[in-house]
């Protein structure tokens, strides 16, 4: 995302902040924690407006090349299936009493099962939309 | 709007239900590290 921002900003003849200040940033205004100042916003909205270039203009487009824009970063910020065995092995090796050690397992099994949804409906949707970077966003 | 289209609001639609699982569920694995509680909706005050 960070350097489709920056090529959106270079095509425009703007200035952004730097890759790594972008890739600091990007997960601040997917968190909610800070708003992206306008130019940031605009910057989204022709990042996948132009992703979507097939579609008709209007306000149906650009709502969902906004809905597009936030799911497809929602994604690429999910933990991989590593990162959460990892999460699974520590809640088990923590004792508690909230959940089973069953129950755990299930919750992470549960979870990289819909994390391989996810990254089927990225690449369905990079086909639908001629993405050339099936991959981004792919967690 | 096209069947192109449609299709694309479903996939982002069904991409969204299944981002929001694995966030919920490791909202959930995070929880039980930090203090051993899962989130609840309300607490009892009882």
Redesign the interface.
Known sequence: MARELRKAARDSGEDVAAHHGLVKMIPQWERGDRAPRERYRLLHLKVFTDALGGLPHGMDAVDLALRLAEVRSRAASLPGPGQIRALEAAALAKPGETMTRAEIRALAEEAIAHLHEVAGKLAELSALLGDDEANEGKP | ??A??D???Q??A???A??A???A??A???A??AD???PEEEEDPS
């Open positions: 709007m096209s192109r289209d299709k694309i609001r996939v982002v069904e991409l969204d299944h981002v699982e694995v966030e569920s490791v959930v694995l995070k039980l590290l051993d509680e899962v």
